[in-house]
């Protein structure tokens, strides 16, 4: 399920099939849309296996957020699921982090580095 961490960002914890395709669906819904789009956190942990149709998803998205001037990292990627980032190459085009915790860290000090971030009260 997707929440709206902030303004910016939006936290996605996936699960495994229907939910991963479906909620992938949504997010590459949401970033095809006009409006404001959010930096994505994509947390694997509860993910247990991935196929090549949720991997055509996650480049869909990848290509909206970058139309989008935004970035996506994908995190808590267990060992099955890394083994097909490696053996696909993904793992080279894909953003990773450990946790969410640091993908949010991530994302926010690209902002600040980029001027996105809004100003300190």
Same mark, same amino acid.
């Given at each position: 399920m997707a929440i709206d961490w902030s303004?910016?960002?939006? *936290?996605a914890?996936?699960?495994? %099939?229907?939910a991963?395709?479906?909620e992938l669906g949504a997010l590459v819904d949401r970033l %095809?849309?006009?409006g404001p789009h959010p930096h994505l956190v994509l947390n694997f942990g509860r993910v247990s296996y991935i196929n090549s149709?949720?991997?055509?998803?996650?480049?869909k998205l990848r290509k909206a957020t970058a139309a989008a001037? &935004?970035?996506m990292k994908i995190c808590s990627v267990n060992d099955e699921i890394w083994s *097909?980032?490696?053996v696909?190459?993904?793992?080279?085009?894909? &953003?990773?982090?450990p946790d969410p915790m640091t993908a949010l860290a991530g994302i926010q000090i690209e902002q600040e580095s980029q001027g996105d971030a809004p100003p300190a009260e």
């Open positions: 303004d910016d960002i939006t *936290v914890d996936l699960a495994d %099939e229907p991963l395709s479906d %095809e849309s006009p149709s949720n991997l055509a998803q996650l480049l001037s &935004r970035s *097909v980032f490696l696909t190459g993904l793992d080279k085009v894909f &953003r990773f982090a």
